[in-house]
């Protein structure tokens, strides 16, 4: 009696413990990296219009997942995630399974860095991936974002995403960014990473912080028209066309012509300046192969590609742009069976691509932190949202003058409005009658304004003025070397896009217990800028009482003015837009 009772007590306790832990399922409504979204089948890459457009063999490879991601926010340290897929054949003789048919977690942690959360899985009727112990979410005072990446290789028919129902959920907007669309073979679709995260273009996409569309199709990635018709609705940032593998044979050289002509009308015929990067056949240079015969194949196609490329821009075609196959440097170690790329492939493949797109698009990145553009999450704000409600409001409002910065312009007033406004009515007072508009964000630093004037912060604004006011959120972390040679890199990217603007950089404003630090910093923060050509004005006087802050300007932290202080900066700006 007695041991059935406490057979009974067990049982009560595991329905406890289960109820206290239960799990909440989540279904997406759409998935990013796809070209025209089709609400018959959010996981196919072409939409239901294109089915007797194309090849057979090219609209089932379409339902292949890869490039696909699902990007979401929790509060969960334990992700769990099922689905089903078209096909049970979850591997390739040459590709695991956890490529052809698996998942891959990333993270971007509060401070913008990429994360990788390694998981249990099983294939099966239905397939499940748990994800535990996730420390970047254990350890953010928020939600953390994820991105999950698809099946590069099978197709997902359906997928339910797991939490603890204590934990928040919520499945992130679309970003308004212009894709990167990328037309190519096997070798664009992702074969073959031993993971969707590490096929090339999911690697260059992290690596820009830009969505990348893949439409690779294993074997027929071939030129054809219809591909190009649908690639030209899209509102592109760059188009990659890397099909050559597929062409080594069949395919004259005319015939192949013709077809990249076609396709550069058309992709003109909308988006007339928008780059498109030709790619060679990678492996047309790949030094110690004994195949030569294969290699010699290889890298005629690269010679095809090339000459086609030569003679379009003799025709007056401008804004194209050729990767070579000696730029991606292929070597013995790089592929699996003497064509795919394995992981060392891939990774040389998004490292080439990466270094060409940043050319194309006047992205550099430097050797220092300063100067490598990153998002960030640190002050509980939609940092991304802020960012996209800054440029429709550049476009909406026509403003004379940027104010770029961090709190301390965020918290002051204006639009887009932030979660603060302590000095509204100095903001009206001083700023409005100037249409200056509001572009600080709370916790930036330069990094952070870096990858914002990347990512289009800028390229809509006609105004007069570029107000520059960061870096105080570097002190501390960077010395001041690289905080001086980080606003420089911002001042040239500043200066790419907007050659004509008035740019002029204020001083760090005193900080409580860093008055003499932050003098010293803005002296060689003036001596770069005048160096540059860059007017530089330091408002830092009139935030001190003799050598320290003057506190009735400041509330409690010492670092962000009260009203008191928004209203001496208000007129201190107000002077200087006035010259």
């Given at each position: 009696?007695?041991?059935?009772?406490?057979?009974?007590?067990?049982?009560?306790?595991?329905?406890?413990?289960?109820?206290?832990?239960?799990?909440?399922?989540?279904?997406?409504?759409?998935?990013?990296?796809?070209?025209?979204?089709?609400?018959?089948?959010?996981?196919?890459?072409?939409?239901?219009?294109?089915?007797?457009?194309?090849?057979?063999?090219?609209?089932?490879?379409?339902?292949?997942?890869?490039?696909?991601?699902?990007?979401?926010?929790?509060?969960?340290?334990?992700?769990?995630?099922?689905?089903?897929?078209?096909?049970?054949?979850?591997?390739?003789?040459?590709?695991?399974?956890?490529?052809?048919?698996?998942?891959?977690?990333?993270?971007?942690?509060?401070?913008?860095?990429?994360?990788?959360?390694?998981?249990?899985?099983?294939?099966?009727?239905?397939?499940?991936?748990?994800?535990?112990?996730?420390?970047?979410?254990?350890?953010?005072?928020?939600?953390?974002?994820?991105?999950?990446?698809?099946?590069?290789?099978?197709?997902?028919?359906?997928?339910?995403?797991?939490?603890?129902?204590?934990?928040?959920?919520?499945?992130?907007?679309?970003?308004?960014?212009?894709?990167?669309?990328?037309?190519?073979?096997?070798?664009?679709?992702?074969?073959?990473?031993?993971?969707?995260?590490?096929?090339?273009?999911?690697?260059?996409?992290?690596?820009?912080?830009?969505?990348?569309?893949?439409?690779?199709?294993?074997?027929?990635?071939?030129?054809?028209?219809?591909?190009?018709?649908?690639?030209?609705?899209?509102?592109?940032?760059?188009?990659?066309?890397?099909?050559?593998?597929?062409?080594?044979?069949?395919?004259?050289?005319?015939?192949?012509?013709?077809?990249?002509?076609?396709?550069?009308?058309?992709?003109?015929?909308?988006?007339?300046?928008?780059?498109?990067?030709?790619?060679?056949?990678?492996?047309?240079?790949?030094?110690?192969?004994?195949?030569?015969?294969?290699?010699?194949?290889?890298?005629?196609?690269?010679?095809?590609?090339?000459?086609?490329?030569?003679?379009?821009?003799?025709?007056?075609?401008?804004?194209?742009?050729?990767?070579?196959?000696?730029?991606?440097?292929?070597?013995?170690?790089?592929?699996?069976?003497?064509?795919?790329?394995?992981?060392?492939?891939?990774?040389?493949?998004?490292?080439?691509?990466?270094?060409?797109?940043?050319?194309?698009?006047?992205?550099?990145?430097?050797?220092?932190?300063?100067?490598?553009?990153i998002e960030q999450y640190r002050d509980g704000y939609d940092w991304i949202q802020r960012h996209e409600?800054?440029?429709?409001?550049?476009?909406?409002?026509?403003?004379?003058?940027?104010?770029?910065?961090?709190?301390i312009i965020n918290y002051w007033g204006g639009n887009p409005k932030g979660s603060l406004a302590r000095?509204?009515?100095?903001?009206?007072?001083?700023?409005?009658?100037?249409?200056?508009?509001?572009?600080?964000?709370?916790?930036?630093?330069?990094?952070?304004?870096?990858?914002?004037?990347?990512?289009?912060?800028?390229?809509?604004?006609?105004?007069?003025?570029?107000?520059?006011?960061?870096?105080?959120?570097?002190?501390?972390?960077?010395?001041?070397?690289?905080?001086?040679?980080?606003?420089?890199?911002?001042?040239?990217?500043?200066?790419?896009?907007?050659?004509?603007?008035?740019?002029?950089?204020?001083?760090?404003?005193?900080?409580?217990?860093?008055?003499?630090?932050?003098?010293?910093?803005?002296?060689?923060?003036?001596?770069?800028?005048?160096?540059?050509?860059?007017?530089?004005?330091?408002?830092?006087?009139?935030?001190?009482?003799?050598?320290?802050?003057?506190?009735?300007?400041?509330?409690?932290?010492?670092?962000?003015?009260?009203?008191?202080?928004?209203?001496?900066?208000?007129?201190?700006?107000?002077?200087?837009?006035?010259?």
């Amino acid at each position: 009696m007695k041991s059935y009772i406490f057979l009974l007590l067990l049982i009560a306790l595991g329905k406890q413990g289960f109820s206290q832990q239960q799990t909440k399922w989540y279904r997406p409504q759409f998935v990013e990296g796809i070209c025209v979204p089709d609400s018959s089948d959010i996981f196919h890459r072409l939409p239901i219009f294109m089915k007797d457009r194309v090849r057979k063999p090219v609209w089932d490879l379409s339902q292949n997942t890869t490039g696909e991601f699902i990007h979401f926010k929790t509060s969960a340290i334990e992700i769990k995630v099922r689905y089903t897929l078209i096909s049970d054949n979850f591997s390739m003789p040459h590709m695991p399974s956890t490529g052809v048919s698996g998942l891959d977690l990333f993270a971007i942690d509060i401070n913008g860095n990429w994360n990788w959360a390694p998981g249990s899985y099983h294939f099966g009727d239905t397939c499940s991936y748990t994800f535990r112990n996730l420390f970047l979410a254990k350890n953010s005072t928020s939600v953390s974002d994820f991105y999950l990446y698809l099946p590069l290789y099978n197709s997902v028919t359906w997928l339910s995403i797991g939490v603890d129902q204590k934990d928040s959920f919520a499945f992130a907007s679309k970003r308004n960014e212009e894709p990167i669309v990328a037309y190519g073979t096997s070798i664009l679709q992702g074969a073959v990473a031993s993971r969707p995260g590490l096929a090339w273009t999911n690697i260059l996409q992290r690596n820009l912080d830009r969505t990348v569309i893949n439409l690779g199709f294993s074997g027929n990635g071939r030129f054809e028209a219809p591909i190009f018709d649908l690639m030209s609705k899209v509102n592109a940032k760059l188009y990659i066309l890397d099909c050559m593998p597929n062409l080594t044979r069949g395919f004259s050289e005319e015939e192949i012509k013709n077809r990249v002509i076609y396709g550069v009308n058309k992709l003109r015929e909308k988006n007339k300046e928008v780059p498109i990067l030709f790619t060679e056949h990678a492996i047309g240079y790949a030094p110690f192969y004994m195949d030569t015969a294969r290699l010699d194949e290889y890298h005629n196609s690269s010679l095809v590609i090339e000459r086609i490329f030569n003679g379009l821009k003799s025709s007056g075609v401008k804004n194209i742009y050729l990767l070579t196959d000696k730029q991606i440097g292929f070597d013995i170690n790089s592929t699996t069976e003497g064509l795919h790329p394995n992981d060392i492939g891939m990774m040389k493949y998004a490292i080439a691509y990466e270094k060409k797109v940043r050319e194309i698009l006047n992205e550099p990145v430097g050797n220092i932190s300063t100067e490598i553009p990153i998002e960030q999450y640190r002050d509980g704000y939609d940092w991304i949202q802020r960012h996209e409600d800054v440029i429709a409001n550049i476009e909406k409002t026509n403003p004379t003058t940027l104010l770029i910065g961090n709190s301390i312009i965020n918290y002051w007033g204006g639009n887009p409005k932030g979660s603060l406004a302590r000095g509204h009515n100095e903001w009206d007072k001083y700023m409005s009658p100037m249409k200056v508009q509001n572009d600080g964000f709370g916790w930036d630093r330069i990094e952070n304004v870096l990858w914002r004037v990347y990512h289009g912060e800028l390229d809509h604004f006609t105004g007069k003025n570029i107000v520059l006011m960061i870096g105080t959120n570097n002190l501390g972390i960077n010395p001041d070397s690289e905080i001086v040679e980080g606003l420089q890199f911002l001042i040239n990217a500043i200066k790419t896009r907007q050659p004509e603007v008035r740019i002029i950089m204020v001083g760090i404003l005193p900080r409580k217990k860093m008055e003499e630090q932050v003098k010293n910093i803005n002296e060689k923060i003036k001596t770069m800028s005048l160096k540059n050509h860059v007017e530089f004005v330091d408002f830092g006087r009139d935030f001190l009482s003799g050598n320290t802050i003057h506190s009735k300007l400041f509330v409690g932290d010492g670092l962000h003015p009260n009203a008191d202080g928004y209203d001496v900066l208000g007129k201190d700006l107000m002077r200087v837009l006035k010259k």
